[in-house]
């Protein structure tokens, strides 16, 4: 049984699973954030030292969620079939393809299309491609473990009471909630970005991400795999001027909306379906 299966078929809403990931996450940045605010007395070497290392830590806060929910409301098998999910790679071709195409396309558009109307060149960043680990820092510590549980674990649940439209707004909403201290801690990334725009961009990200894990078979990894798509593309793509970022966030969400409206109007025909095939019994 795959850990989705499992976890769908829970008797009690996981709501622990959101409190065990923001104390998690929160606890950890909370001193970072009082220290932005000088409210307690941690030089700016000693910041720029931990605020990375911190936001990474506290970026396991759904894994670390997710395995306490699990544990405490199903038992130890559900904990090793969901960990044996994280190693499960086949993810198939579409939940491959799709994320390279879409997001890296958009990330590119968005970058280039404002030359279109007089907006300033910006060179595309090579030197990651030429610092391995940076990349490789990027691609599976920059984010990406929260999908262990987001997408990995609680999407599932959401998605099974709200439907797939409502269930990863909902996801989505919440997983840009998450982000919040983030916001308020001084070099952390999103402190100079929009709050609507990053909005936007989890509401979107979130209705694609729950399309790439149903093409993936409901693979852990897929979630994993499209938000280090994200993070790659908007790394290399320089796309931090207001203009080229509220175009790159609209085209996630843009995405999210006609990936999710297609699947959402494919699982109410299934539903009818099974339905009718009830009813005529």
Not at 85 to 104: E, K, M, Q, T, Y
Not at 140 to 162: C, M, N, V
Not at 191 to 206: K, Q
Not at 230 to 254: C, D, E, H, K, M
Request: proline share 6%; with cysteine.
């Amino acid at each position: 049984m795959r850990p989705s299966t499992a976890m769908v078929a829970q008797s009690r809403f996981p709501y622990r699973f959101f409190v065990v990931t923001f104390l998690w996450s929160w606890i950890i940045w909370l001193p970072l954030v009082l220290a932005g605010f000088h409210v307690i007395p941690l030089g700016p070497e000693f910041l720029a030292k931990a605020d990375i290392p911190a936001i990474i830590l506290a970026a396991f806060g759904p894994g670390i969620g997710a395995l306490y929910s699990l544990w405490t409301l199903e038992n130890g098998r559900a904990v090793r079939n969901y960990l044996r999910g994280v190693f499960d790679l086949r993810i198939g071709w579409r939940a491959f393809l799709a994320p390279l195409i879409l997001i890296g396309g958009s990330s590119c558009a968005a970058w280039l299309l404002p030359e279109l109307w007089g907006a300033q060149h910006l060179d595309f960043h090579f030197f990651l491609l030429a610092s391995p680990l940076n990349l490789l820092i990027i691609v599976f510590l920059a984010g990406s473990q929260e999908e262990l549980g987001w997408r990995g674990y609680i999407l599932d649940p959401l998605e099974e009471r709200l439907g797939p439209f409502f269930g990863s707004l909902a996801l989505g909403l919440i997983w840009a909630a998450w982000h919040l201290p983030l916001f308020l801690i001084p070099g952390s990334g999103l402190d100079a970005i929009p709050p609507l725009g990053f909005l936007l961009l989890t509401t979107g990200c979130s209705w694609f991400f729950s399309w790439i894990r149903k093409a993936s078979g409901q693979r852990m990894v897929s979630g994993i795999y499209a938000h280090a798509c994200v993070n790659v593309s908007g790394s290399l793509f320089p796309i931090a001027p207001q203009a080229r970022y509220w175009l790159w966030v609209s085209f996630a969400f843009v995405i999210g909306l006609v990936t999710v409206s297609v699947r959402s109007f494919r699982h109410s025909q299934a539903r009818t379906t099974a339905e009718n095939l009830v009813m005529n019994r």
